[in-house]
């Protein structure tokens, strides 16, 4: 059993088109990370949410505590776009992160 | 430097032999995170510090595995008698404050022959 569910595993956009990745966890959680992984191996984080929503740029965060659930959204998607998006929760207080196993999108021009 | 720094970047090491990663986290920041990524494979979380205690290293594949951080700064993984398994990347992040946003250095490669 997956603490972190992420879907889908794989997707292809065309350039443009709105995109959504969602991920469901099972644990008690203080707050969700979503990051992307470049093709050339480099992580970054790009959002820490506990509740609500969170936008930066063309990316927009959600997560509902009630649900275990939380989505990441991409409008107007680029070819730069194109990376692996991972969800992670840390389990508190041990520090430990149980990640996804992460959605590989494609956005073609 | 600005970021989360570790070295070597590359390693390749014959089996049995020893290897100590280091990660340079930055400067202030109190959490440290070490994690591994096998080849097509996701993230997995191998230890965390707060400061320079761990407070669970269950994480560790084996006990061919250690950790230390020292001065609330840099950290050193080792890994004893390597296996061929043990060829992954490795990632070092580091937080302001335990489970904040992450910055990731560029990892080490480890390739054991």
């Known amino acids: 059993k997956n603490e972190v569910e992420q879907s889908p595993q794989n997707l292809t956009a065309q350039e443009g088109e709105f995109i959504t990745i969602n991920c469901s966890y099972s644990v008690g959680i203080s707050a969700l990370h979503w990051l992307q992984q470049h093709p050339g191996g480099g992580i970054v984080s790009l959002f820490m949410l506990s509740s609500g929503k969170k936008k930066h740029g063309r990316l927009i965060a959600t997560i509902n505590i009630q649900e275990k659930h939380s989505s990441l959204h991409i409008t107007a998607s680029h070819p730069r776009d194109s990376a692996v998006y991972i969800c992670?929760?840390?389990?508190?207080?041990?520090?430990?992160?149980?990640f996804g196993t992460g959605t590989s999108l494609t956005v073609i021009p | 430097g600005a970021g989360v720094s570790q070295s070597p970047s590359n390693k390749v090491t014959e089996k049995g032999k020893d290897v100590e990663l280091r990660c340079d986290p930055i400067s202030g920041h109190t959490a440290l995170y070490w994690y591994r990524q096998s080849l097509g494979q996701g993230l997995e979380f191998l230890i965390y510090?707060?400061?320079?205690?761990?407070?669970?290293k269950s994480g560790l594949p084996s006990d061919r595995f250690s950790a230390e951080r020292t001065g609330g700064s840099v950290s050193t993984l080792t890994i004893q008698r390597t296996q061929q398994e043990d060829s992954a990347v490795y990632l070092c992040?580091?937080?302001?404050?335990?489970?904040?946003?992450?910055?990731f250095g560029d990892g080490t490669r480890l390739s054991i022959l």
């Open positions: 510090f707060q400061g320079n205690s761990a407070p669970d």
């Open positions: 992040a580091s937080s302001l404050v335990q489970g904040g946003p992450q910055h």
């Open positions: 992670a929760v840390p389990l508190m207080p041990s520090g430990q992160f149980y």
